[in-house]
């Protein structure tokens, strides 16, 4: 067993650590205080060939195992998490093609999302459809050679700017969410479809969060993902591994304002002595520490069963997400704790990392859908099966 | 057209640094770096590769074998290939060594150009360049803000006190750059990965048609002492004050000091 990063993996972080601290980290509070997507990291990201991690070499990309591609997004987060989301939802939409899509497709799209060239986004969330997936309502039906998509998405992060989406709808509304919802490629410049609203939040503030709105927007049969019906199978295989990159980011945002209160407990001078020598700063950077550092582990450690093909991953996945986003957020408030008052104002970053962590808790499945997925893979092992009404599948 | 861009690598620009007992640089776990002012000529070199005016960037370095990560990062930021000079009789070399090893190095390799930085960060003796080129009995370019190759020409751009001066000279030359190039790009993940699968050569003295004699115990100088630089005072701070209270402040600061 080795448990040890590798020389690659060393040399990719140092990579992505400096490009994050030259060039990221000093755009950060601008793009939380003008909540505007930075197109400048975007194209710096894709130049430096970290959009493209997921990628086979064919199409571009560079194919990183998913302990790299997850590097690459913690050392992103760790200056910035809003431009972490960036090589996030590019393996986030591209997911559903990776997993059902067939060679046409991926030859068709691959490309132009390994370079960067396009961005897409991934459309599953409606406004009555959060954790509960099944209860969606989007229409996609059947004519000809084409399908015609009626409906709406909401909470779609990047969905205003995508070139391109993954977007789930019935197909066989009489049959439901799980068994009668389809997966489709839509391309964003197809007549009908809008993105009429982008909200305002309170982290992540420079990655727009929109609302899709779909009027009888044609999509071709060959943009159709796996067969009618495979819908749920695909979202859930999505997000068994999608959420991965929700944990990186928050192991990211956790090192980051682990690394600032560290910084300035040993800049700030109180009681005549550094701030960073009273015991009890001490126990708090410690506590922060190791908690981050359990988070990173069971991160890599789900990661590692991704590229092993785990039957039991979404039990690793949830698990890493589960503990990742409360320890960034955990870890935040208490930078904030060690900076006092001074990390309560924007001067310093630390109160940004703390409102972006709270995202990690919520998106890609809540903190409560994560404890439901390995709960149900708990009890499976133990051969004792789920009560009917906790059995309902879940997910984003 | 074909460009050789001379690298040394050097300790981490805020490591510690520390001597061993005869004086020399102790590199043993220090990180270390290309030479910040070398990233640069990198930068350069790779340049007129990007424009189509050179085919060819390679780099040199004569050092410990540890030198060819830095080699390996050149190489992740681009150009096609690298050699190493490594050899136990190079243990402690000074610039004339350096020069005399490079330059043969460089008969051998015959680029159009052999780039460099002005200066190494550690050493900083700026002598190599014109060493090297005074041993080939090359044309020197030395310290420019831009270099360019046309024809059967180079010419650099250098700062003057008046604006600036464009020197020119018959290829092949011996060139140096400054930190007026422009900043130096980041390796790419694709650079790094490709740079694993680029030649690398080693050569040792003899390879460059040199002996351990030829050296004269590898340095003509002798470092007599070295120590770290005195300890300033604390830097006082003027904060927090209404500006016309702080500009007093700073005022009285430099009248003490009889600065202004």
């Given at each position: 067993m080795t448990y040890l990063p590798t020389p690659e993996h060393e040399e990719l972080r140092a990579m992505v650590r400096e490009l994050a601290e030259e060039r990221i980290a000093p755009r950060a509070a601008e793009i939380d205080e003008k909540a505007e997507f930075p197109w400048d990291l975007k194209e710096l990201l894709a130049k430096q060939d970290l959009l493209g991690t997921c990628f086979e070499e064919r199409h571009g990309g560079t194919a990183l195992d998913t302990i790299a591609q997850s590097i690459v997004v913690e050392e992103i987060a760790r200056a910035d998490a809003t431009t972490s989301l960036i090589p996030i939802v590019q393996k986030l939409g591209a997911l559903p093609i990776l997993i059902a899509g067939n060679d046409e497709q991926k030859d068709r799209y691959f490309p132009r999302l390994a370079s960067g060239e396009w961005l897409i986004a991934f459309g599953l969330t409606e406004a009555a459809a959060g954790s509960d997936v099944a209860s969606n309502h989007m229409r996609a039906a059947r004519d000809g050679d084409q399908y015609v998509l009626n409906g709406s998405k909401r909470f779609i992060t990047h969905g205003s700017i995508a070139n391109v989406l993954t977007v789930f709808a019935l197909t066989d509304p009489e049959a439901g969410g799980r068994k009668g919802m389809s997966a489709f490629i839509v391309e964003t410049d197809t007549p009908g479809f809008a993105a009429p609203r982008v909200e305002h939040k309170?982290?992540?503030?420079?990655?727009p969060t929109a609302e899709l709105t779909f009027d009888d927007v044609r999509v071709p049969v060959e943009n159709r993902l796996g067969e009618e019906g495979d819908g749920f199978k695909i979202a859930m295989a999505t997000l068994d591994r999608s959420r991965l990159g929700i944990a990186a980011q928050a192991v990211g945002i956790a090192q980051g304002a682990l690394d600032a209160a560290v910084a300035y407990a040993a800049d700030r001078m109180q009681f005549g002595q550094r701030v960073v020598d009273f015991q009890g700063i001490q126990w708090m950077l410690a506590d922060m520490a190791s908690q981050t550092e359990a988070a990173r582990q069971l991160t890599y450690a789900a990661a590692a069963r991704v590229d092993a093909a785990a039957s039991d991953l979404p039990y690793w996945t949830s698990s890493a997400k589960l503990v990742a986003g409360d320890t960034a957020m955990r870890v935040t408030t208490d930078a904030v704790q060690v900076l006092g008052?001074?990390?309560?104002?924007?001067?310093?970053p630390v109160e940004r990392m703390m409102r972006d962590a709270k995202i990690t808790q919520l998106y890609e499945g809540t903190q409560q859908i994560q404890r439901l997925v390995v709960a149900r893979q708990l009890l499976q092992r133990a051969g004792i099966g789920a009560r009917p009404r906790e059995r309902r599948e879940t997910g984003a | 057209m074909k460009i050789v861009v001379c690298i040394k690598q050097v300790p981490a620009t805020g490591a510690d640094k520390r001597y061993t007992d005869d004086l020399r640089l102790d590199r043993a776990g220090v990180e270390a770096i290309i030479n910040p002012l070398d990233e640069y000529a990198i930068e350069q070199a790779l340049r007129l590769q990007d424009a189509g005016t050179v085919e060819t960037v390679s780099y040199l370095s004569m050092g410990p074998e540890q030198a060819s990560e830095a080699l390996r990062r050149a190489l992740a930021m681009g150009g096609d290939d690298a050699t190493l000079i490594t050899d136990p009789?190079?243990?402690?070399?000074d610039e004339w060594t350096t020069a005399k090893v490079l330059a043969a190095a460089l008969d051998k390799l015959a680029p159009d150009v052999a780039l460099m930085g002005m200066a190494s960060d550690d050493a900083r003796g700026s002598l190599v360049p014109g060493a090297v080129a005074a041993m080939r009995n090359l044309p020197l370019l030395s310290y420019g803000a831009e270099l360019t190759v046309a024809g059967d020409e180079a010419r650099v751009r250098r700062l003057s006190s008046t604006g600036f001066d464009w020197i020119a000279a018959p290829l092949p030359v011996v060139a140096s750059v400054t930190d007026q190039v422009g900043e130096p790009r980041y390796a790419s993940l694709k650079g790094i990965m490709a740079a694993k699968r680029k030649p690398l050569e080693t050569w040792s003295l003899a390879d460059v048609g040199l002996s351990a004699d030829d050296l004269h115990g590898a340095?003509?100088?002798?470092?007599t002492d070295a120590r770290p630089p005195e300890a300033k005072p604390p830097t006082e701070r003027v904060e927090n004050l209404p500006a016309a209270e702080a500009a007093a402040k700073i005022a009285d600061w430099l009248a003490a000091r009889k600065l202004i």
């Open positions: 309170m982290g992540i503030r420079g990655s008052g001074y990390g309560y104002i924007t001067e310093y | 009789a190079l243990v402690g070399a340095a003509l100088t002798r470092v």
